[in-house]
């Protein structure tokens, strides 16, 4: 089994060529994302990527995302995986006509049920190899799967519950007040992987 495989070949929208897209401007943006500093070789103007764009810290900072690679990879993965075996249709209309993911997840179906089936499938035995690259402790395995969960769940911009909760984790990850329990414990290196 694939992950090509798990996505409906008949849904003209939420199908493999679309997250194939996703996935190929997730790691384009990605890319584009970087720490700039004299410890990086990046602040010189003759450093050039392939399409000859000079490598400028386009957003400010990178909070944590170009030094983390189980976050960006995290990102990627969770690209490829958004929508399997998404019906193409909204999550209210699961709800009303009470699929058997809607009996499961009750909210955010289909993005729940993406994570579930290849989560399920990350756990098979023939990609043990694959998990053994990605995380080698318990630690890094819960880390990894709320990054993914975290990231799916970010697709279903409808819920309005899942908007306030990312926006409480960028207000925190993000809060101006020096005496903020985040500042005391993470440096701006972090703040990205907060708000994933």
């Not at 944590?64 to 929508?83: K, M, N, R, Y």
């Not at 984790?169 to 993470?186: G, K, L």
Request: with cysteine; glycine share 4%; aromatic share 6%.
């Amino acid at each position: 089994m694939n992950v090509a495989s798990m996505y409906q070949d008949d849904n003209p929208f939420h199908n493999f060529e679309h997250a194939s897209h996703v996935t190929a401007s997730v790691k384009k943006l990605l890319t584009r994302i970087v720490n700039v500093d004299d410890g990086n070789g990046l602040t010189t103007t003759n450093h050039h990527t392939a399409d000859n764009i000079k490598l400028v810290d386009m957003a400010g900072h990178s909070y944590g995302i170009t030094s983390d690679p189980l976050t960006q990879f995290s990102v990627v993965f969770s690209a490829v995986i958004h929508d399997m075996d998404h019906p193409g249709v909204p999550n209210a209309q699961l709800v009303k006509e009470n699929t058997q993911s809607a009996h499961i997840f009750k909210k955010s179906v289909a993005e729940q049920n993406s994570v579930e089936l290849a989560w399920g499938m990350l756990m098979g035995e023939e990609y043990e190899a694959l998990r053994a690259c990605i995380y080698n402790t318990e630690d890094g395995l819960r880390r990894f799967r709320q990054l993914v969960v975290n990231t799916v769940m970010a697709t279903d911009i409808v819920d309005m519950e899942l908007q306030a909760l990312r926006k409480a984790r960028w207000e925190t990850a993000f809060a101006t007040e020096t005496s903020s329990p985040i500042h005391e414990a993470t440096s701006d290196d972090c703040k990205a992987t907060i708000v994933i």
